[in-house]
């Protein structure tokens, strides 16, 4: 017992030492493996619209639409269906880039997005379109009047005719279409608890200005039953920044895509 007890004395002299002139080294460490280490994920992002031709203008230039989201609840959003009102692009543009960034806005939900409903009219900075007809009065509504500025048939225009394939495809259950100078929220249909809580969200007043004759507010509000919104923005928003107007109104635009529910 007493050899044993010299013998293992004298191994373990011997491997101190050996440490001590950096000769040994322990085992390392077992590895974490990939599951127990700690993991910075990237922000959560939503998969990127998808971009569709949706028809031409007059002048042949593309009508494009972004679809966000796969729910069930849809919301159409739209801008520029006058040429001289360039603000709602900027602001369909930021939500589009929003709703990449926050998917959990899209849960349950559909935006389709038309940015530039009025291409030729936008380039040329005029209200009407190419042909000198004021798409907002081109729908096949009741009380449409037929004329030279409204176009002599409803749907006249290949710009409304797009506009109309969206919402038979589609199937909206809201419509909110940015336009300036007014500064308020006008509504169609049944719309004013929509319009209500959108107010919340902005110091817009709400105005129930009245459908115009065949008006898309005509046509979707007053007999298809959309609740159907026009955010009209005041005048020179057009010369704010993309920042700026989202910091004013996004969160009243994201409140009609979340409505019931308010936006995040």
């Known amino acids: 017992m007493g050899r044993e007890w010299s013998v293992v004395v004298r191994i373990w002299v011997v491997v101190s030492l050996l440490a001590l002139a950096g000769c040994y080294e322990p085992e390392p460490k077992p590895q974490m493996t990939g599951e127990e280490q700690s993991v910075t994920l990237p922000p959560a992002q939503a998969p990127p619209a998808r971009h569709e031709l949706i028809g031409r203008s007059a002048q042949g230039r593309p009508i494009m639409i972004q679809v966000a989201g796969r729910g069930e609840d849809t919301t159409l959003v739209m801008a520029a269906i006058h040429g001289n009102e360039p603000a709602g692009v900027v602001l369909v543009n930021q939500l589009e880039e929003y709703l990449q960034s926050n998917p959990r806005a899209l849960e349950g939900r559909r935006v389709v997005m038309l940015p530039v409903t009025n291409p030729d009219g936008l380039a040329a ?96 509000g007053e007999e298809l039953n959309i609740p159907t919104i026009t955010f009209e923005l005041p005048d020179g928003a057009d010369k704010q920044s993309a920042i700026v107007l989202w910091d004013h109104y996004g969160k009243s635009i994201l409140a009609a895509i979340m409505y019931p529910q308010h936006p995040l």
């Open 125 to 220: 900075g005029t209200r009407e379109n190419a042909h000198a007809i004021d798409l907002n009065r081109n729908f096949d509504a009741s009380n449409r009047v037929n004329s030279g500025t409204n176009g002599h048939t409803a749907l006249s225009e290949p710009e409304a005719r797009a506009l109309q394939t969206i919402i038979k495809d589609y199937h909206p259950n809201r419509i909110v279409s940015i336009h300036q100078p007014l500064t308020c929220i006008d509504y169609d249909g049944p719309a004013r608890a929509l319009a209500t809580r959108m107010a919340q969200y902005c110091d817009l007043p709400i105005k129930k200005l009245g459908a115009k004759p065949g008006s898309l507010g005509a046509y979707c």
